[in-house]
């Protein structure tokens, strides 16, 4: 209450709520209040001035508590601020950066950033060159994500988008990186869900969670990407890479849309207001790869989109697309079929990632993709009952085996040279392979040599370095297949 006094007094302004309409609130006596500035109610509660009239202030309020009409109100003269620091790793906060459940203690700080900035120019950016390993590898070798790319991840509800998401956190926190997961109004339970996969996974220390539920006020959901971008920032600025997933844009544009509609804007197309391509965009745009003292440093960004039943062309997905370097595609067919995870590799986009991968990879990368385009159509074709030749046969087992070498399950995080080399050992014909499980036995075979023998890792990853091509690879392969999987029979 001395607080909400002394910034009556600090500003000399005096207002007082004349109307409320749900979450927004009209007052007066604010004469010189701006767009985006933090408001104290007289209960404590805080809000933000959304636009300005002749003779009253309008304010979305990021309370649940009942606001009184008649009631004081008080500017801050200053915007949105959360407070940003390393004590933030390890925690789930909310959008305003208090513990999100009181059970983490998180310590002050006089570190405070504003949740608004404009995004840094084009002198400041850089060319996307490194590639970020999400351990899944069908994403690794067909459609990689470059530090500092900006790839939405799209799909139907329920077709493990936030499974692939934590999987590359925990792998993108075990190659150093910080990672933020944003939680734009989830409901509790799969929040404690994602928490408790990082502690499995012992990543927590590199992690930062901002949770808002769909409980909480709108206002409080549309700001969480926000906040989360500004924590990206600050890490970014203190030269360490950052991950950043925004689960899920969708939700925070049906929050926005809500907000507007209370607030009388005007609705454009499916009701959402015209400003809501910017409301996205001028948070994208601060993702990206820059330079930093004299280094190289990268917000990478993966929003989710959830598509209403397998509907690409809605008007926030395709926004979004617009705005992103590619997509990954989750298909809701796929994962009914058993596919995990259920990735289209022929609908998905990346714009920028395919320069990150090395020479051998990207061939791999093209020989793959036109191999399985054959597949598939074989396979189709082979739907009408028509009988096969033999190369027919041989291409549909090959593309079967193929896919379920991707195949990988919640928990397993594969790195990227151990799936090129498994892939051409079975394209070789090296692996004995007679049932799906046979695949999974090497799989984890060869993860835990390349885990824990620190002698064979060097040896891969120089083969692959030394690789230009394809064929190159498979030649070498062929010569050194002994140290290639020492002591095990193929
Ligand atoms: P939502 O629409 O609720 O956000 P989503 O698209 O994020 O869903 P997930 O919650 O990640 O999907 O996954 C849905 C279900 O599929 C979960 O029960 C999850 O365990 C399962 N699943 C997803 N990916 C895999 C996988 N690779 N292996 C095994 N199960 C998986
Ligand atoms: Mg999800």
Request: net charge positive.
């Amino acid at each position: 209450m001395n607080n909400f006094n002394n910034l009556l007094e600090k500003t000399g302004e005096v207002g007082y709520v004349r109307m409320i309409v749900n979450e927004i609130v009209y007052a007066d006596g604010l004469p010189s209040a701006r767009p985006g500035e933090l408001i104290i109610f007289e209960n404590g509660e805080r809000g933000k001035v959304l636009s300005l009239s002749p003779d009253s202030v309008e304010i979305l309020a990021f309370s649940k508590k009942p606001i009184k009409v008649g009631g004081k109100v008080a500017r801050t003269g200053s915007p949105i601020a959360i407070p940003v620091g390393t004590q933030l790793l390890g925690k789930i906060i909310d959008p305003f950066g208090s513990s999100f459940d009181n059970t983490s203690l998180i310590q002050k700080t006089r570190d405070y950033r504003s949740i608004e900035v404009t995004p840094l120019g084009i002198m400041s950016r850089r060319k996307i060159i490194r590639q970020l390993e999400t351990g899944v590898g069908i994403v690794d070798i067909m459609l990689p994500i470059g530090h500092g790319q900006r790839q939405l991840v799209i799909g139907d509800r329920k077709t493990g988008k936030t499974n692939f998401l934590l999987q590359t956190i925990v792998s993108a926190a075990r190659a150093g990186n910080i990672c933020i997961y944003t939680a734009i109004g989830k409901k509790k339970i799969d929040i404690k869900k994602v928490e408790e996969y990082f502690k499995e996974n012992k990543v927590t220390d590199r992690v930062i969670i901002i949770a808002s539920t769909s409980q909480d006020p709108s206002g409080v959901i549309f700001i969480a990407p926000y906040s989360a971008m500004t924590i990206a920032e600050y890490f970014r600025d203190r030269g360490q890479n950052t991950l950043l997933i925004l689960d899920d844009l969708s939700t925070h544009a049906k929050f926005y849309r809500e907000i507007s509609l209370l607030a009388n804007k005007f609705p454009g197309r499916n009701s959402y207001p015209g400003d809501i391509f910017y409301v996205h965009a001028r948070l994208l745009e601060r993702a990206g790869s820059f330079t930093v003292g004299n280094s190289e440093v990268a917000i990478t960004c993966l929003p989710v989109v959830e598509t209403p039943q397998a509907d690409f062309s809605g008007y926030i997905q395709t926004n979004i697309m617009s705005m992103t370097d590619g997509h990954i595609l989750f298909d809701s067919g796929l994962f009914a079929e058993g596919r995990r995870p259920a990735i289209n590799p022929f609908l998905s986009v990346t714009r920028v990632g395919k320069q990150t991968q090395s020479a051998v990879k990207r061939s791999v990368n093209r020989e793959l993709l036109s191999f399985l385009t054959l597949y598939t159509k074989l396979r189709n074709f082979s739907h009408f009952g028509a009988e096969a030749t033999e190369s027919v046969q041989v291409t549909t087992e090959t593309g079967e085996r193929v896919l379920s070498l991707f195949d990988q399950d919640t928990s397993s995080i594969i790195p990227s040279n151990i799936q090129i080399i498994l892939l051409t050992l079975l394209w070789a014909g090296h692996l004995n392979v007679t049932s799906t499980k046979d695949i999974l036995d090497y799989k984890n075979r060869f993860v835990k040599l390349y885990e824990t023998n620190p002698s064979y890792k060097e040896f891969i990853d120089t083969m692959l370095d030394t690789c230009e091509s394809f064929n190159e690879l498979l030649s070498l392969i062929n010569r050194n297949k002994a140290q290639v999987f020492p002591g095990g029979k193929l």
